[in-house]
Nanobody, 114 residues
Framework: QVQLVESGGGLVQAGGSLRLSCTAS????????MGWYRQAPGKQRDLVAR???????NYADSVKGRFTISRDNAKNTVYLQMNSLKPEDTAVYYC????????WGQGTQVTVSS
């Protein structure tokens, strides 16, 4: 079973930046599409960004132009560079395959203060 470990979250002021990382255990990471998801308190978990195995990317409209997803298949790691952060970006951020096949990790908290 693949295990996912997210890191890089924290408290940042509006307009600041953070870089999230997610490492997946197991093999064949490179064949999977990967996604970053987020869940704010009292809300459902939503897809924020995804990257396909060949490198193509898609973003939710709310983060387009501010967030960048990337991957390093040699390290079984997917990244989310978040710039120009807004208070509404506050959430727990998770990674998973896209579509989701694996158990969720613990996530990493991102808090953006105004």
């Amino acid at each position: 079973q693949v295990q996912l470990v997210e890191s890089g979250g924290g408290l940042v002021q509006a307009g600041g930046s953070l870089r999230l990382s997610c490492t997946a255990s197991g093999s064949r990471f490179s064949v999977y599409g990967m996604g970053w998801y987020r869940q704010a308190p009292g809300k459902q978990r939503d897809l924020v960004a995804r990257i396909f195995s060949q490198g193509a990317t898609n973003y939710a409209d709310s983060v387009k132009g501010r967030f960048t997803i990337s991957r390093d298949n040699a390290k079984n790691t997917v990244y989310l560079q978040m710039n120009s952060l807004k208070p509404e970006d506050t959430a727990v951020y998770y990674c998973n395959s896209y579509p989701t096949y694996w158990a969720w990790g613990q996530g990493t908290q991102v808090t953006v203060s105004s």
